[in-house]
């Protein structure tokens, strides 16, 4: 008796499960249970197209049939919703210029139809009104190939997403699928035609999802598989079908060839060969293919060339642009020219901020610090002394003073010399004082000239060697943001006087600032400094240049007789509309007097010329200028020997029209 009662529950069970067990195939949807809505549509070789390539369309398709989904007779025991499985086999055409999209979905909802949804990234199957509405009732597994919608959940473009309700994906993963256990990419758009399997297990609620080429044998693990819980977005019944749309750029068709379905079991394969041909693509046009063969190799052949001529050209200029002696490694203020290059622009014009005496000054940007530097670039640099010149960059460049425009380095590229230094705002002294349209204020003027007197100072005497600038005047006087006086230039004058190694060292300077000795000897020292520093006083004051263009007219001479006259006032710029400290304006303008003397003997320290700026110490009456002079007289002539004992350089007069000759 107890086979028999088997026998007989088994058949009872068999019936129960083929009450709720359900299947169909379709390769090709000719003549289909299939409901077509909005713009889908079968083609002529049985393809199922849910949408044409044309913007904003939406294509649905759904098994005619609603089905049960719900497992009415659940326990607690038993799984609320059926399992189901389901296969189908689609294609994406792409436009062939511009992006592709949005994508089809694999869709169960309570109705066939959406009339108030919208295309692009809602697919047909909502509005941003009611996405992510609980009240949808649609679950979504899509196919998109247009990334980022709303959230960051599903940012790559070509992947699949399992969605509820919504388009804010509950899994989202990038196309790919399993091979040897290895993932691999898979672009949906590129492939001929891609066959995806969704299994869903009512039981344990895990939902698989696999993609492949439709050619391909089922990867055997899926590339999701997770545990969604979908009872709650199912309604009893359930339509069983697709969705797809266009967006607004993006119109790509969406094709399905072949579909099958089985509630309650396994859905059963498509047979490839049965399917329609997959669309054509836009590769498939109509020449011989060994044309394209040949056009390829031709252009694959023409491309290397191009390159290797390219990088061959790059070579050659990246070691033009970098031929470095061996004591040109050691220099740690040298720059690559690459770098300078870059930060220039190439020594485009648009960055010239400045011709000066020896070269051009450019304006650029660092590469690697994104500094701003002004890079001065001596042409004609000399071709022998170029290792001692860079041992006197090396050590200029070890000066730092707050008001000295710093030398960050220099570089030499075949005759070229760049010198590589701070960036100054405001440009230099005479561009402001000599500007129609602004007017520099008293105590602007006297802070400016206050830094200028530090930063000679500090090369006269406070740094371990005594630096000569030579060449001091309104124009290598720069000005910060805040009006601070940053001196440039120093010690290049020097370094610039001329070519030919000798023991005499050729006039260099401006003229109007030249000390009368400098003509005559040759010999620059701290006291000519002084003495052009005396007329950058009385410049700065009278708002005057030091030599009239006519040649007639000398600043110097002309202060001297208002001074005689008891009337030095007179030759405050009219710029400064009588707004200044007298007692201050009174001392600049004679001590530019006592520090323009024709006896270099008689000028004072730039140590002094510090302590009266200051009103450290009181200024001498005029009648007692001879007698402080004879005191101070040799101090700092003693250093003009040492320093001008070496002496190589470049820039020569000849090349500096504002500078005068021996
Ligand atoms: C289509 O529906 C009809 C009637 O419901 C059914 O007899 C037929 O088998 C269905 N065809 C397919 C392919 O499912
Ligand atoms: C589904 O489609 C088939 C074939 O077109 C048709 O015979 C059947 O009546 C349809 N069923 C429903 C419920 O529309
Ligand atoms: C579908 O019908 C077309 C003709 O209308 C035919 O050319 C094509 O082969 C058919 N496809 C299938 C899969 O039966
Ligand atoms: C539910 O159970 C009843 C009897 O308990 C049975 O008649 C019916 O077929 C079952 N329905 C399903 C869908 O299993
Ligand atoms: C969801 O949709 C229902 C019906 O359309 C509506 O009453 C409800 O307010 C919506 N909920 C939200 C949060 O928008
Ligand atoms: C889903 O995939 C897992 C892992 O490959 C497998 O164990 C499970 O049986 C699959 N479930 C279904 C319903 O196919
Ligand atoms: C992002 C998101 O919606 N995640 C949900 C996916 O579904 C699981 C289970 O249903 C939830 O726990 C997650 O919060």
């Not at 792409?94 to 066939?112: D, Y």
């Not at 979504?140 to 997403?161: L, M, P, Q």
């Not at 002004?374 to 004609?380: E, G, Q």
């Not at 005047?473 to 001329?498: P, Q």
Request: glycine share 6%; aromatic share 10%; hydrophobic share 40%.
């Amino acid at each position: 008796m107890a086979p028999k009662a088997m026998f007989r529950l088994l058949i009872f069970l068999t019936l129960l499960v083929s009450s709720t067990a359900f299947s169909f195939i379709f390769h090709g949807f000719n003549e289909s249970n299939i409901t077509l809505e909005a713009n889908a549509q079968v083609d002529n070789q049985g393809r199922l197209e849910l949408t044409r390539r044309e913007t904003n369309i939406v294509g649905h398709a759904f098994y005619n049939k609603s089905i049960n989904i719900h497992n009415k007779n659940a326990s607690s025991l038993q799984p609320k919703v059926f399992s189901f499985s389901t296969c189908f086999v689609f294609s994406i055409v792409s436009p062939s210029s511009g992006p592709g999209g949005f994508g089809l979905a694999f869709t169960i909802a309570p109705s066939t139809q959406f009339p108030e949804a919208d295309g692009g990234h809602l697919l047909g199957l909502f509005n941003s009104d009611n996405d992510m509405n609980s009240s949808n009732h649609i679950f979504v597994v899509e196919f998109d190939t247009v990334n980022g919608y709303k959230d960051a959940t599903d940012t790559v473009g070509n992947h699949v997403g399992v969605n509820k309700n919504g388009m804010s994906s509950n899994i989202s993963e990038p196309a790919a699928y399993y091979k040897d256990g290895k993932k691999e990419e898979f672009n949906m758009e590129k492939a001929d035609a891609v066959c995806a399997w969704i299994e869903y297990d009512g039981e344990t609620e895990i939902l698989n999802l696999t993609i492949a080429s439709y050619l391909e044998p089922k990867p055997s693990k899926p590339l999701i598989s997770e545990a969604v819980d979908i009872k709650s977005v199912m309604k009893e019944s359930m339509f069983f079908g697709f969705s797809a749309s266009t967006g607004e750029s993006k119109a790509s068709a969406h094709y399905i060839l072949g579909w099958s379905f089985a509630l309650n079991g396994v859905a059963p394969p498509l047979d490839a060969s049965l399917l329609p041909k997959p669309p054509p693509k836009e590769k498939d046009s109509h020449s011989f293919p060994w044309i394209k063969v040949i056009i390829g190799i031709l252009a694959a052949l023409t491309f290397t060339l191009l390159c290797l001529l390219f990088f061959v050209t790059l070579h050659k200029r990246y070691m033009e642009f970098e031929t470095l002696e061996d004591w040109e490694m050691d220099c740690p203020h040298r720059f690559r020219y690459k770098d300078l290059h870059l930060a220039t622009k190439g020594f485009i014009e648009s960055q010239k901020i400045g011709v000066g005496g020896f070269g051009s000054v450019y304006k650029g940007v660092l590469p690697s610090t994104r500094t701003e530097v002004a890079v001065k670039r001596i042409l004609r640099s000399p071709a022998q002394g170029m290792r001692e010149f860079a041992a006197e960059i090396e050590s200029l460049g070890r000066l730092r003073h707050k008001n000295l425009v710093n030398l960050q380095g220099w570089c030499k590229h075949k005759n070229d010399l760049l010198l590589v230094y701070d960036y100054i705002q405001n440009g230099s002294l005479d561009s402001l004082l000599f500007n129609k349209n602004f007017v520099l204020d008293w105590d602007q003027r006297f802070k400016i000239l206050k830094g200028v007197v530090a930063g000679l100072l500090y090369l006269h005497e406070e740094w371990e060697q005594v630096v000569i600038h030579r060449d001091v005047k309104s124009s290598n006087i720069l000005i910060d943001v805040d009006f601070n006086a940053r001196l440039g230039d120093f010690g290049l004058a020097r370094l610039c006087s001329h070519d030919q190694v000798s023991h005499t060292t050729s006039v260099v300077g401006t003229i109007g600032y030249i000390a009368p000795e400098l003509t005559r000897t040759g010999k620059a020292s701290t006291s000519s400094d002084v003495y052009a520093f005396g007329v950058l006083l009385l410049e700065v004051v009278a708002g005057t240049r030091p030599v009239g263009s006519s040649g007639q007219f000398f600043l110097v001479d002309w202060v001297l007789e208002n001074c005689q006259l008891g009337q030095i006032l007179e030759v405050v710029d009219p710029k400064l509309d009588s707004v200044y400290d007298e007692e201050e304006v009174e001392l600049v303008l004679k001590l530019g007097l006592l520090c323009t003397q024709n006896k270099a003997e008689y000028r004072p320290s730039i140590e002094q010329v510090t302590r009266y700026l200051n009103f450290d110490d009181p200024f001498p009456d005029i009648s007692d200028w001879r007698y402080y002079d004879s005191q101070s007289s040799t101090t700092s002539l003693g250093f003009t020997e040492a320093m001008s004992s070496s002496s190589y350089s470049l820039a020569s007069i000849e090349r500096n029209p504002m500078s005068s000759g021996r």
